[in-house]
């Protein structure tokens, strides 16, 4: 069971905004720990969407942002395209684990 | 080209152990944080072990006393050698760079381990 929660879905239709959560606590993202969201497209390794709570890649469109306030997280993707159908995930590290985390995945389905 | 090829994935059966093998290009192994991250059938992402530049390593507690990471700097490889291997190790296992300041900037294309009698 992930210490990072993520809603299991969410959706829009093409153009639409959407937020994906990570909910977390004072032992991970509270307590200072930078996220960080990847985006897995079907049958492929995940790919690095943003880093340090709000920093995107060079080449990520800047469609998607991230944000992060007390103890959560949390990735907007703006202007939702059919080819932003995957399934996205927040990492942080904990400090009672003494270990990294991974939320526990939204996939998002472009209506 | 910045890269990482994963190999050494199979069908084991339950207690019995397996080398996992990630061939670095583009980078130095020994320069970088280096993880291993596994993912079962239609699950979501678990870490399971990482190496700092350093050498010290950590690991997930599902893995703590089983699982090994370790590196070879002459042929920039990164390893995990799996023990007493059980069926809920079943996943693909992908050899990635960080988690550092800028996360986990590069993934492999995974190796999948299958255990099961």
């Known amino acids: 069971q992930s210490v990072l929660t993520q809603p299991p879905s969410v959706s829009g239709a093409p153009g639409q905004r959407v937020t994906i959560s990570c909910t977390g606590s004072?032992?991970?993202?509270?307590?200072?720990?930078?996220v960080h969201w990847y985006q897995q497209l079907p049958g492929t390794a995940p790919k690095l969407l943003i880093y340090?709570?709000?920093n995107r890649p060079s080449g990520v469109p800047d469609r998607f942002s991230g944000s992060k306030s007390g103890t959560s997280a949390s990735l907007a993707i703006s202007g939702l395209q059919a080819e932003d159908e995957a399934d996205y995930y927040c990492q942080s590290y904990d400090s009672s684990l003494s270990g990294y985390v991974f939320g526990t995945g939204t996939k998002v389905t472009v209506l | 080209e910045v890269q990482l090829v994963e190999s050494g994935g199979g069908l084991v059966q339950p207690g019995e152990s397996l080398r996992l093998s990630c061939a670095a290009s583009?980078?130095?192994?020994?320069?970088?944080?280096m993880s291993w991250v596994r993912q079962a059938p239609g699950k979501g992402l678990e870490w399971v072990s990482i190496i700092y530049s350093g050498g010290s390593t950590k690991y997930a507690d599902s893995a703590k006393g089983r699982f090994t990471i370790s590196r070879d700097n002459a042929k920039n490889t990164l390893y995990l050698q799996m023990n007493s291997l059980r069926p809920e190790d079943t996943a693909v296992y992908f050899c990635?760079?960080?988690?550092?300041?800028?996360?986990?900037?590069?993934w492999g294309q995974g190796t999948t381990v299958t255990v099961s009698s």
């Open positions: 990635a760079r960080g988690p550092g300041y800028y996360g986990v900037d590069v």
């Open positions: 340090g709570n709000g």
């Open positions: 004072s032992s991970n993202i509270g307590a200072g720990y930078d």
């Open positions: 583009g980078f130095t192994v020994t320069s970088n944080y």
